[in-house]
T-cell receptor
Framework: GESVGLHLPTLSVQEGDNSIINCAYS??????FIWYKQESGKGPQFIID?????DKRQGQRVTVLLNKTVKHLSLQIAATQPGDSAVYFC??????????FGQGTELSVKP | DTGVSQDPRHKITKRGQNVTFRCDPI?????LYWYRQTLGQGPEFLTY????????KSRLLSDRFSAERPKGSFSTLEIQRTEQGDSAMYLC??????????????FGPGTRLTVL
């Protein structure tokens, strides 16, 4: 079946270091990918997105890389801060706005 | 606050009771989505609306679940004869004034349902 998965369920980094969160997807037809951040007790918060005609997109302190050859997506967070601690989900749009989410990676930032 | 809002934020009910949740999307957003999220998992798609039309329903949405968006603005999700397995966070998202499927979906804070 179609699935989106993450390689690592947890990631612990030192404050100020860069973080990399990875995601694998299986639907070659997906044309739109999104990273969301979810803090405890809150809904997912949009971070950054990328369309399938791109391989890199940068935001403020975040970069998303898309490798369609191996169906891999990553989120890079520069100079990670304690406020970045949360669960991060990748999601793929498999059509009509229907998003398939991965299981999530919990990012823990040590001061 | 002009984001997506959901009400109530928490609901505790006994098995067999009916519950109804409300979602108010971002103003003028055409699309509205419902998702369910269980602990430790990512959200799972349930259904979505384009204006007032319900265009797709997931297999997760059993006959006990019904969603409406009568005027193309707010939406309600009703669960009849709740079961303990219905305990989850129910999330609403809205997107797009352009009605494109790739418009960014913005999520509300969710309604956490606990069925005793």
């Amino acid at each position: 079946g179609e699935s989106v998965g993450l390689h690592l369920p947890t990631l612990s980094v030192q404050e100020g270091d860069n973080s990399i969160i990875n995601c694998a997807y299986s639907n070659s037809a997906s044309d739109y990918f999104i990273w969301y951040k979810q803090e405890s007790g809150k809904g997912p918060q949009f971070i950054i997105d990328i369309r399938s005609n791109m391989d890199k997109r940068q935001g403020q302190r975040v970069t998303v890389l898309l490798n369609k050859t191996v169906k891999h997506l990553s989120l890079q967070i520069a100079a990670t801060q304690p406020g970045d601690s949360a669960v991060y989900f990748c999601a793929e749009n498999i059509g009509q706005g229907k998003l398939i989410f991965g299981q999530g990676t919990e990012l823990s930032v040590k001061p | 606050d002009t984001g997506v809002s959901q009400d109530p934020r928490h609901k505790i009910t006994k098995r067999g009771q009916n519950v109804t949740f409300r979602c108010d999307p971002i103003s003028e957003h055409n699309r509205l989505y419902w998702y369910r999220q269980t602990l430790g998992q990512g959200p799972e798609f349930l259904t979505y609306f384009q204006n007032e039309a319900q265009l797709e329903k997931s297999r997760l949405l059993s006959d006990r679940f019904s969603a409406e968006r009568p005027k193309g603005s707010f939406s309600t999700l009703e669960i009849q004869r709740t079961e303990q397995g219905d305990s989850a966070m129910y999330l609403c998202a809205s997107s797009g004034t352009g009605g494109r499927s790739t418009d960014t979906q913005y999520f509300g804070p969710g309604t956490r349902l606990t069925v005793l």
